[in-house]
């Protein structure tokens, strides 16, 4: 009998039901937090570690983690069903049948749209962390990587893979290596030449990997065949009046400090006018969005249920704990060592913690003294986390956001492992080239 993995949603409450077995079986304990006078933000106070009175999470607890994580992730879910429902509006009209028809009936090398695309995504990824708003575009990605010839692993790897590769190196990311390097107190550009060359280098890794695993993607469902009517003016508009709306977002989150809700707003907006365009009333516009919003419920779930885990680890007071067990190796080995397994360190870390930037406020108080101890630079310390902490949402097995994705792809996530483990060892690979050089 073929083993079948089990559904994300079980594998995210088994997930909560780990954590919370977890806040009986480890001991509770905290760090001392200063608050920073001029953000607000409470700083962790290295070496400051004790234990504090337990606190286990019983079964009804857990099971009250999961509609709080709703609520705790309401943002993220509502940008997941409005941009689902905008473009799943422009998919109903035929506009991007139409468009991805005339995109793929032009293309004589699917490789190097793999790659144009690869570097689209890596874009976004550097200026802001996207990839939780690229959960709605997976259909459509799938669409085109299987008229291209390639299969949904692919069309993940060309996209979020892509994405996360951006995210992780890039210094412009202010939700990655931008608030690490806040964090360690190290200047917004440090290291910038070394972090681009190490982005180049693990991007072009990464998309040299996918190209060469293309052929044996055999995750490969069955799609409707791109349409033969040539794109209107129309449709070209259509397709504009949701992306001038996510170049704005990332405009605005780099200059005016915009958040998720901002994105929600503008591709609200955006949908609107699709429908406009295409000649809907306003009646039919409304109706057509709410239905695609349908399509994207399933991947709003996931992601509130992913946030569950990390309230169960929390309020059982076992996060600073299972940081403190992770870097206490580090000080028995050499600092070359130590330098380039800091980045499991924080990959580890990242199950547990899965805000990039939450996760960098809370670690690098500790790794960035800990490197200076170790006589690894600060500008190595954060590298090792870019690789380790933001690289991971690849793969994490607590981020709503890669099984909402996953999902909309149909693909496993064992499948999706079995692909992209050996992919991110080679981008681990050029960020422990990276950390080396700086250290």
């Known amino acids: 009998m073929r083993f079948r993995a089990p559904h994300p949603l079980v594998l995210l409450l088994g997930g909560v039901g780990v954590a919370a077995a977890l806040t009986w079986l480890l001991p509770a304990g905290a760090y001392e937090r200063q608050v920073d006078a001029v953000t607000g933000i409470a700083r962790v106070v290295p070496g400051t570690y004790a234990a504090t009175d337990a606190a286990p999470v019983g079964i009804f607890g857990a099971l009250v983690a999961v509609p709080r994580g709703f609520v705790s992730g309401a943002d993220v879910i509502?940008?997941?069903?409005?941009?689902?429902?905008?473009?799943?509006?422009?998919?109903?009209?035929?506009?991007?049948g139409r468009l991805l028809g005339a995109?793929?009936?032009?293309?004589?090398?699917?490789?190097?749209?793999?790659?144009?695309?690869?570097?689209?995504?890596?874009?976004?990824?550097?200026?802001?962390?996207?990839?939780?708003e690229f959960i709605a575009l997976m259909p459509v990605l799938v669409v085109l990587a299987r008229n291209l010839g390639y299969g949904s692993v692919t069309a993940l790897a060309m996209s979020m893979g892509a994405a996360m590769v951006g995210a992780a190196f890039a210094p412009t990311n202010p939700f990655g290596t931008g608030a690490a390097l806040k964090a360690a107190e190290l200047p917004a550009m440090s290291a910038a030449g070394t972090r681009f060359a190490v982005l180049l280098v693990a991007l072009a890794a990464w998309l040299a990997y996918t190209l060469w695993q293309a052929p044996k993607d055999d995750v490969r469902p069955d799609v409707t065949a791109p349409s033969t009517e040539p794109p209107s003016l129309r449709d070209a508009l259509s397709l504009l009046a949701l992306v001038v709306p996510i170049?704005?977002?990332?405009?605005?989150?780099?200059?005016?400090g915009w958040g998720i809700n901002e994105l929600s707003a503008l591709v609200l907006f955006?949908?609107?006018?699709v429908g406009l365009l295409q000649r809907y009333s306003l009646r039919d516009t409304a109706a057509?969005?709410?239905?695609?919003?349908?399509?994207?419920?399933a991947a709003g779930i996931l992601v509130g249920v992913a946030r569950g885990i990390g309230l169960v680890l929390t309020e059982g007071r076992?996060?600073?704990?299972?940081?403190?067990?992770?870097?206490?190796?580090?000080?028995l080995v050499p600092a070359e060592v130590a330098a380039v397994a800091m980045i499991p360190a924080h990959a580890l870390i990242h199950v547990g913690v899965t805000s990039t930037s939450g996760q960098a406020m809370l670690t690098m108080?500790?790794?960035a003294p800990l490197g200076d101890l170790l006589g690894i630079s600060r500008d190595a310390v954060v590298l090792a986390f870019s690789a380790g902490g933001v690289f991971t949402d690849a793969v994490n097995p607590t981020s709503g956001a890669l099984f909402a994705m996953l999902l909309n792809a149909k693909v496993g996530y064992g499948r999706w492992m079995k692909f992209a483990l050996p992919g991110m060892l080679l981008v681990w690979v050029a960020a422990a080239v990276g950390i080396l050089l700086l250290r």
Do not use: N
Not at 81 to 95: E, V
């Open 103 to 132: 995109l793929i009936g032009r293309t004589r090398r699917p490789a190097l749209v793999v790659i144009s695309l690869g570097v689209v995504f890596a874009g976004f990824g550097a200026a802001e962390q996207m990839h939780e």
């Open 318 to 331: 076992i996060i600073d704990t299972i940081i403190a067990g992770i870097v206490a190796p580090l000080q």
């Open 288 to 297: 057509k969005f709410l239905v695609a919003m349908e399509s994207m419920v």
């Open 270 to 273: 955006g949908g609107f006018l």
């Open 247 to 256: 170049l704005v977002y990332v405009v605005g989150v780099l200059r005016w």
């Open 78 to 96: 509502l940008t997941i069903l409005i941009t689902g429902g905008a473009f799943g509006l422009l998919d109903a009209s035929g506009a991007l």
């Open 365 to 367: 108080p500790i790794f």
